[in-house]
């Protein structure tokens, strides 16, 4: 949250402010995914960017109801043209 509110490239952030509709794999019900960051911000060629990201222990990647989450955020970012990365320890250390 540091690195967000220092970086001069990113203009807006803000943390677990969207929901994203999911059927989990556990009841087979709609439940909401709130994704732990959304900010804007410019890339190294200048342009603006909308980006949805996840941060979670990488052994969590393979975890089904996971897998239903980020497949419902993928289809809310690509309808939006965001990115949406997952991130964990390996990508962030």
């Known amino acids: 949250m540091l690195y ?8 807006y952030w803000s943390s677990e402010e969207i929901h994203i509709p999911y059927v989990s794999p556990k009841d087979d019900k709609y439940h909401n995914y709130y994704p732990d960051f ?3 911000y410019t890339d190294k060629e200048g342009e603006f960017r909308q980006a949805v990201i996840e ?7 393979t975890y089904k109801v996971n897998k239903a989450k980020w497949a419902a ?3 809310y970012c690509s309808e939006r043209l965001f990115d949406f990365h997952i991130l964990t320890e390996k990508e962030l250390f």
């Open 4 to 11: 967000c509110d220092r970086s001069p490239q990113i203009s």
């Open 38 to 40: 959304y900010i804007e």
């Open 55 to 61: 941060i979670k222990p990488h052994y969590q990647r």
């Open 73 to 75: 955020c993928e289809a």
